[in-house]
């Protein structure tokens, strides 16, 4: 395998790495120790070399890429149930696959019932789970669940390797790039394929000036992370033909220089992301007063007031209220925008949201292009008559 290298000024030839490998992919020879090809990159020889000698290495230019076919979504997995985030990106690998005519597949890392969500990912029409299922996977530990997901990457090749930009996510995805010595784009907001298989990975950079446009060329695997609430959820398909194929995991590849001891579940309050009605308060609430209001709105919907970037830097909200290029992507089922002119940077992360209602006492706000319902109107009197309504509704 080409991505393994050996320093011959460390490596003493003591073979324990032959003796270790699980897949029998080291061989003493009369010059040092060869790689065939059962390598599948796991990593125990690396993990195992008393004396450093072993790396992973990939030459950029060195690739064929008509060897990397594919796209391969990591599973992940919270609280033994799949995230969300992983119907998305199977949605947006089916779109991309299409163009490319290649599969998509799923790897999961797990401990007990792994498998069974693999089962189910079935449904969404993807052509292979491959599922790497162990007691020793239970809790994240990023050195056994990197050395997975790389045995399943160096035994599919794949062209392009998605993964959920959550906490786990950005803490798997560098390990593995590293590991293949190739390119990482982290937080893409959109995707395209180009006709010789180059992913155009397209996420704001420059705190959201400029929209960059990324292209891993001279390497593969292409890692790209992918935000949250961005891309349109796979759909069930009528006939389902995938198939789960459980890989087998040696007591090596889940040997760990982690520990969990404990997992605690955390009490977090929902997040503006998983949110179903949101209103916004922009620089047209203009005071503590009408602050109060907007809030009471958001409240008698059942909802979460959140900002723009002006109203946060006023100290009005935090940035996990923010919604936009430099705060949260969301895509609600309502979403009512008072005061709020509708910069690009704003509407960029909304405009996905089935109901957009906008609020604004100019008619030429730009708010108005994207919004289903537009309000030309004062504020301070739209709100009120909304909330006095809403109430009245709700004791009919
Ligand atoms: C790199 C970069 C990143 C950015 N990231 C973000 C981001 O993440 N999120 C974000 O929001 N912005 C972001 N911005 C800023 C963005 O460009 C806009 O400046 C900002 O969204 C405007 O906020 P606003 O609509 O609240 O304020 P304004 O643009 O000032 O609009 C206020 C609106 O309120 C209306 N209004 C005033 N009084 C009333 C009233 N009484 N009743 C009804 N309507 C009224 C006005 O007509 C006006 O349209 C970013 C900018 C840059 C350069």
């Avoid at 990324?214 to 935000?227: G, L």
């Avoid at 979460?304 to 969301?330: K, N, W």
Wanted: net charge negative; hydrophobic share 40%.
């Amino acid at each position: 395998m080409d991505f393994l290298k050996f320093d011959s000024d460390r490596c003493d030839l003591c073979g324990l790495c032959v003796e270790k490998c699980p897949f029998l992919a080291l061989t003493m020879e009369a010059d040092g120790i060869a790689v065939n090809e059962a390598c599948r990159m796991c990593g125990v020889c690396v993990k195992g070399c008393p004396e450093n000698a072993i790396r992973f290495e990939q030459k950029a230019g060195t690739v064929d890429k008509k060897e990397w076919n594919g796209i391969l979504v990591y599973g992940e997995q919270e609280n033994d149930r799949i995230h969300p985030v992983v119907y998305e990106l199977i949605g947006e690998a089916g779109r991309l696959a299409e163009e490319a005519g290649y599969e998509v597949n799923v790897v999961l890392t797990g401990g007990e019932g792994t498998r069974e969500n693999g089962e189910d990912l079935l449904l969404y029409g993807v052509d292979k789970v491959f599922v790497y299922e162990h007691p020793g996977f239970y809790g994240f530990k990023a050195d056994c669940y990197a050395d997975a997901v790389a045995d399943c990457i160096a035994a599919q090749k794949p062209s392009v390797v998605l993964i959920g930009a959550t906490p786990l996510g950005r803490s798997l995805a560098p390990r593995l790039s590293t590991r293949f010595h190739t390119g990482l784009t982290a937080d893409c907001t959109k995707l395209e394929m180009k006709d010789n298989t180059d992913l155009v990975q397209i996420r704001p950079a420059f705190g959201g000036n400029i929209m960059a446009q990324i292209v891993i060329s001279n390497s593969r695997p292409q890692f790209a992370t992918v935000r949250y609430k961005v891309m349109d959820s796979a759909k069930k398909v009528e006939e389902p033909k995938g198939q789960v194929v459980v890989c087998p995991v040696s007591e090596d590849l889940v040997r760990s220089r982690i520990t969990v001891t404990e997992i605690a579940p955390v009490r977090k309050s929902k997040s503006i992301e998983e949110e179903e009605i949101l209103v916004v308060a922009g620089r047209g609430v203009k005071s503590e007063k009408d602050i109060a209001m907007v809030k009471e709105l958001a409240e008698v919907l059942g909802g979460q007031l959140c900002f723009t970037r002006p109203m946060v830097e006023a100290g009005y909200g935090d940035t996990a209220h923010q919604i936009g290029l430099s705060g949260r992507t969301v895509k609600p089922k309502l979403i009512i925008t008072c005061g709020v002119s509708g910069a690009i940077q704003f509407t960029s992360c909304m405009n996905g949201s089935e109901c957009i209602v906008a609020v604004n006492s100019d008619p030429e706000a730009l708010i108005f292009g994207i919004a289903h319902y537009c309000v030309v109107d004062d504020l301070c009197r739209v709100v009120p008559e909304l909330i006095r309504k809403i109430r009245a509704e709700g004791k009919e």
